[in-house]
């Protein structure tokens, strides 16, 4: 790693503190995790900067402060079975990887898959298992999961399934549209069908659709 590389990786850490990321552990796995190993050549020179990227197939790759503020919720222990909804390039789960126990992530389009899978094997990042697949349905030979985070935006609610696969006392993150705006909300599993809400902030995904992803399609 070169000078200029730290320089702007401790400047974006600093910049995640002063928005208000205050979890130590989210902030040093940002740090550790190599954001330009997950992102198009074309916008390399952007990959430090706190700001979404293109990464194909109409995707994008989150903006740090969101990650960050996704994962803080998340309230992540080494112990964690994690369940990742919209693997995208990649590196949310990177991040996700350095701080639970195990993280499974699922991703419609199945070439965004396989190019997040030789990343995530690059930076050797062996506690990730990767499905190509409708998430929506979650990882149901997986469940229970103590964490889910969803990356995509679920139209009103979150899926069905994804609540029911979430232990008594789990957390689940995800974007929901509501009237034609995005809320990011967190789910705790109180107990069986017994769940509190809590809205975060006002957020931009690409929405949540259902099925594996039709070679020809775009978004
Ligand atoms: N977590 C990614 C962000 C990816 S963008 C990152 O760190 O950069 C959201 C992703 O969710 C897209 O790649 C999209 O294809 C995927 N997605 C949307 N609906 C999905 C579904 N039902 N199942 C799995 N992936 C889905």
């Known amino acids: 790693m070169n ?3 730290t320089n702007k990786r401790i400047r974006l850490i ?3 503190r002063n928005k208000g990321i205050t979890d130590t552990r989210v902030l040093s796995a940002m740090e550790t995790v190599a954001r330009d190993a ?4 074309a916008v390399l020179d952007q990959a430090w900067d706190d700001i979404a990227l293109p990464i194909g197939r109409g995707q994008t790759i989150s903006q740090p402060f969101v990650v960050a503020i996704m994962t803080q919720a998340l309230q992540i222990s080494d112990r964690d079975k994690v369940l990742e909804v919209g693997t995208g390039c990649g590196y949310q789960c990177a991040v996700l990887s350095k701080l639970c126990r195990r993280v499974y992530t699922v991703e419609r389009h199945k070439p965004l898959l396989v190019e997040a899978e030789k990343r995530l094997e690059a930076q050797r990042l062996r506690n990730v298992t990767a499905m190509a697949g409708d998430g929506m349905k979650g990882w149901p030979s997986q469940a229970p999961f103590d964490k889910i985070i969803v990356t995509a935006a679920a139209r009103d609610r979150p899926p069905a399934a994804l609540l029911d696969q979430l232990k008594d006392g789990g957390l689940m993150v995800i974007p929901v ?3 034609g705006a995005q809320i990011l909300r967190l789910y705790k599993k109180e107990s069986g069908e017994a769940y509190s ?3 975060l902030m006002p957020v931009r995904f690409v929405p949540l659709l259902p099925d594996i992803a039709k070679e020809e399609e775009q978004g």
């Open 14 to 16: 600093m910049h995640l």
């Open 177 to 179: 549209a509501v009237d």
């Open 38 to 41: 997950y992102v198009p050549p």
């Open 197 to 199: 809400v809590k809205d």
């Open 3 to 5: 000078i200029q590389d």
